[in-house]
């Protein structure tokens, strides 16, 4: 239904001649009220996921190419919550948030005009955090942190083609506070993470000597914004902004202009250092979408295209060395956890995670082919122990045979 990718755009973008990088005022800050529906569960919130084999049935079913199974205990949500979920969703390791399908067009293609929420260890049910006030609203890229959500709203009706703004809850039943909004560029969607104090993101903006790339932070409670790295667009793309929960250290690619083609790099900065400057990762060569946990780094190998699925995912330490290359295949959407890296793959009805202690991948799931299970894109995600996917049941000729499920589980220590 959805491809989150198709809205980020990097293929309308060019990256050619020469600037320099440059800062901007602080964001307007204007407290949005949003719509807080009432939200109602089905009686048995929770239910035994459907169209999964069995015990006996998976033992049965032959290992993916030798690869070991992980033995979790996997949770999914009832049909209701799953079916209307949007394309992606994001998780702290103790609450999984995602965009929801609130209504349809007149053509009957879905608006995602809702932010839901839902803790795993506490609530009864998912819960309504935002509802955009504008009904035809798109909400593609969601983050959490301890309580906090910032999401990224599409509204060319409302923004202009391909405009966005950038809206930060600070808290469960509080108002949105818009931080940042389009200027008119039609550029790529921004990207959103989030530290234990502040929000990150990536935007095109237009100033005084033309389109600018940046990357800015600010606090939650509104305070000491400033742009952490910026530059002419022909000079420098920021992409995939992402935050060490444990470290605090912000990584984030780059694309650059070097001759005919672009080079591709990561870099990072300390977000608990006032006077931290970011720092280009030399060694992580055509890298892209890095992602950390307690000073182990992750990254995909370029495909051409940042957006482009990667053979190649690589794990190292914080500055980027002692690298272990990791050979998959069409891989997208990287995570990590204290143990995990989950990705993206191209591998059928497998959902496979990477195991960074025994240095092997393992198997959560394996299904039959003929049942045609398949894990959704940018679903498939892990915060500190919690994994979170979301599966579907369709047969190959599209007839559907078993509900959407939203499910977690807590991977061992």
């Not at 800050?29 to 949003?34: C, E, F, N, R």
């Not at 290992?63 to 919550?81: F, N, Q």
């Not at 095109?204 to 400033?226: C, I, P, W």
């Amino acid at each position: 239904m959805f491809r989150l990718t198709a809205a980020l755009g990097i293929a309308a973008f060019v990256v050619g001649c020469s600037g320099s990088p440059v800062t901007s005022p602080t964001p307007a800050l204007t407290p949005i009220a949003s719509t807080q529906p009432t939200v109602t569960a089905p009686p048995n919130t929770f239910v035994a996921p459907r169209q999964t084999p069995s015990a006996t049935e998976m033992a049965s079913l032959p290992a993916a190419s030798g690869i070991p199974s992980l033995t979790v205990d996997i949770h999914c949500l009832d049909e209701r919550w799953a079916k209307p979920t949007g394309p992606s969703a994001a998780t702290d390791g103790a609450e999984i948030v995602w965009p929801a399908i609130s209504g349809s067009d007149p053509q009957g293609q879905p608006y995602l005009a809702t932010v839901v929420a839902f803790r795993p260890a506490s609530d009864p049910q998912p819960l309504v955090v935002y509802q955009a006030p504008e009904p035809d609203t798109m909400i593609w890229i969601v983050a959490v942190r301890d309580g906090h959500y910032a999401f990224v709203e599409m509204n060319d009706r409302v923004f202009g083609p391909g405009g966005w703004r950038i809206m930060l809850v600070p808290a469960r039943g509080a108002n949105a506070v818009l931080i940042d909004k389009s200027d008119g560029v039609d550029g790529p969607v921004p990207g959103i993470a989030l530290s234990d104090h502040s929000v990150v993101w990536t935007a095109v903006h237009r100033k005084s000597n033309g389109l600018t790339y940046q990357l800015t932070q600010m606090g939650f409670g509104a305070t000491d914004t400033h742009v952490i790295d910026g530059a002419d667009v022909n000079v420098r793309q920021f992409w995939f902004p992402s935050v060490d929960p444990v470290t605090g250290r912000l990584y984030y690619s780059t694309v650059e202009p070097s001759g005919p083609d672009f080079r591709f790099g990561l870099r990072s900065v300390d977000l608990n250092d006032p006077a931290g400057l970011p720092a280009l990762l030399a060694d992580a060569g055509d890298a892209t979408q890095p992602a950390a946990y307690g000073g182990v780094l992750t990254w995909r190998d370029v495909n051409d295209n940042v957006l482009n699925g990667s053979n190649t995912v690589v794990v190292a330490n914080d500055q980027g060395g002692a690298q272990l290359p990791i050979a998959l295949s069409r891989v997208t959407n990287l995570s990590i956890g204290s143990r995990y890296l989950t990705f993206n793959e191209g591998l059928g009805n497998d959902l496979l995670l990477y195991d960074l202690r025994a240095h092997q991948l393992v198997s959560v799931e394996r299904h039959p082919a003929d049942l045609s299970t398949e894990f959704s894109e940018d679903w498939t995600l892990v915060g500190a122990d919690l994994l979170v996917f979301r599966r579907t049941h369709e047969d190959k000729n599209a007839d559907p045979v078993g509900p959407a499920e939203v499910c977690w589980a807590y991977l061992p220590q």
